[in-house]
């Protein structure tokens, strides 16, 4: 009797698993800024300084590197 029960239960359990698995994850609402260019990233920088009451300085150098190689890099400043 008790097996009759439990065998309809385990299609049931794992189709659930199959939907939950194959959910996107939820997407954050906070902002987040744009490094698609060189341009882009600059500005990103340039608010976040002014937001955190830094200095800009470094932004302009990365922005001069991310020119020259394609690649914006703010760690090793």
């Known amino acids: 009797m008790r ?16 939907v939950v698995a194959g959910a996107d994850p939820p997407r954050s609402s906070v902002y ?3 490094f698609s260019s060189c341009s882009a990233s ?7 300084t002014s937001r955190r009451g830094e200095r800009s300085a470094g932004c302009e150098t990365a922005y001069t590197q991310c020119m020259r190689s394609g690649t914006w890099d703010t760690y090793g400043l």
């Open 3 to 18: 097996r009759m029960l439990i065998t309809p239960l385990i299609p049931a359990a794992l189709i659930a698993t199959t």
């Open 32 to 34: 987040q800024p744009d």
């Open 42 to 48: 600059r500005q990103a920088c340039l608010n976040g």
